[in-house]
């Protein structure tokens, strides 16, 4: 069965470079979630869509943003990074039930 | 985190042993959920435990709910070196809150 897909696996940048991270949820899932996670931490909610309408919104610096596409992909832009911003972002898409990507692996530098 | 702590932070077991976590949350709840994370990986759904259920078991895992104190556990028998992972409880119906995880080595 097809899964949450997110892209790339691995992301090194610099600081104040951008970042866009992408993901594919799972045909048919109307929502995405994006959060992040940092070393040694447990995830945090980022933003959410429902219908390609943003829906929900946590903790997100003003300095991301995301949107959903007409496809249903999703993508996570992050300007002016810092070096707090190396984490872990995962993806997940829900219909009637929770499913996790891999995640993208940021490291700012 | 807004969910409250787990314990312990990390576990380390013999395989064979049985391994038991806790978490507690905050706010009333329709669910709790218990997922694992493999050492910077992706989190993978372990079991759902609904806020009328007491108790649910999936193979070697039990699940228990105490809606009065706002505490789950999860109890993996007969634990394998497979299991050595973060496991960490959430609750939401549509944005996840996490727990802060239990990391658990499982030695051979």
């Known amino acids: 069965a097809a899964g949450v897909i997110q892209s790339p696996r691995h992301l090194i940048k610099e600081k104040r470079e951008t970042a866009t991270l992408k993901c594919y949820p799972i045909p048919r899932h109307d929502t995405v979630y994006w959060y992040q996670q940092g070393p040694g931490q447990d995830p945090q909610f980022l933003i959410s869509?429902?219908?390609?309408?943003?829906?929900d919104k946590g903790s997100i610096p003003d300095r991301f943003s995301a949107q959903q596409f007409s496809d249903y992909h999703s993508e996570l832009n992050m300007s002016s990074l810092e070096l707090g911003d190396s984490a872990l972002y995962f993806c997940a898409s829900s219909s009637r039930g929770y499913t996790f990507g891999s995640g993208t692996r940021l490291t700012v530098v | 985190s807004q969910q409250g702590e787990e314990d312990p932070q990390a576990l380390s077991i013999q395989e064979g042993e049985n391994a038991t976590m806790n978490c507690s949350y905050k706010t009333s709840i329709n669910n709790l959920q218990w997922y694992r994370q493999n050492s910077g990986r992706g989190l993978v759904h372990l079991i759902l435990i609904r806020s009328n259920e007491r108790e649910k078991h999936s193979g070697r895992l039990r699940v228990t709910l105490d809606t009065s104190k706002k505490s789950s556990s999860l109890l993996i028998t007969a634990s394998r070196a497979a299991d050595t992972a973060s496991y960490f409880c959430?609750?939401?119906?549509?944005?996840?809150?996490f727990g802060k995880g239990t990391k658990l080595t499982v030695n051979p």
């Open positions: 869509f429902y219908e390609k309408m943003q829906s």
């Open positions: 959430a609750t939401g119906s549509e944005k996840l809150v």
